[in-house]
């Protein structure tokens, strides 16, 4: 199995800025994603984290607004940028391998005003 | 293309009766079928999964769940609920396997009365 600690647990934040999460795995994984689950609503795929290159982002995500970064195995980092209320919500990480299920953080609980 | 439909968005028992949370999949291949129970404020843990070896999977705090290829189900149940199953429980289908690929149910809400 694996454990994936993630901060901030959860963050108030204004409108315009910028909020950066840590996701950080306590042994070497092939696959990390980040998940975006909205209020009273199911877990949407963001993107597929890919070490050292580019993530790939699901239909409806774009770089400019999630940028995501993966320097190596066991740690990545999501950005909620020029955030807006929409923006609020649960953002997870999850880590797994092609033989494993996915394991998941507790989750950011994002607010924004 | 998958697609995961849970068929009731809550379920209210009484503690110590059975409890049934219902879901069906869509998957142009052999899928790999998991159930994720996520309580207030927690993450998502792995309640059981479905990976083309026996039908009946048995999972942690006495739940398990059935494939059904012919019905293309894949329904979770524990014979008698507790008060600590209160949660939100999602069903996941996956044609990658692992950790990859995944669509979640929209989830059940699942209520236990004393």
């Known amino acids: 199995s694996a454990v994936i600690s993630q901060k901030p647990s959860r963050d108030i934040c204004q409108r315009g800025t910028s909020l950066t999460i840590q996701c950080q795995v306590d042994?070497?994984?092939?696959?990390m994603f980040w998940y975006r689950q909205q209020p009273g609503q199911s877990l949407t795929l963001i993107a597929t984290?890919?070490?050292?290159?580019?993530?790939?982002?699901e239909s409806g995500f774009v770089i400019d607004k999630f940028p995501i970064s993966r320097p190596n195995l066991t740690f990545s980092t999501l950005t909620v940028s020029n955030m807006s209320p929409e923006d609020s919500s649960i953002y997870l990480c999850s880590a797994g391998t092609p033989n494993t299920e996915a394991f998941f953080g507790q989750g950011t609980r994002l607010t924004v005003v | 293309a998958q697609s995961v439909t849970q068929l009731d968005s809550h379920v209210s028992v009484s503690e110590g009766t059975p409890v049934l949370l219902r879901c069906n999949y869509s998957s142009s291949y052999s899928p790999s079928l998991f159930w994720y129970v996520q309580h207030p404020n927690k993450g998502l843990q792995l309640l059981l999964k479905?990976?083309?070896?026996?039908?009946l999977v048995k999972g942690i705090n006495g739940f398990e769940a059935e494939f059904k290829k012919s019905e293309t189900s894949f329904h979770l149940t524990k014979p008698s609920a507790h008060m600590s199953d209160a949660a939100e429980y999602f069903c996941v289908v996956s044609d990658r396997g692992g950790a990859d690929g995944l669509t979640f149910g929209k989830g059940t809400h699942l209520i236990i009365q004393p």
């Open positions: 984290a890919n070490q050292g290159s580019e993530a790939t982002y």
């Open positions: 479905y990976t083309s070896a026996a039908t």
């Open positions: 042994s070497q994984v092939t696959m």
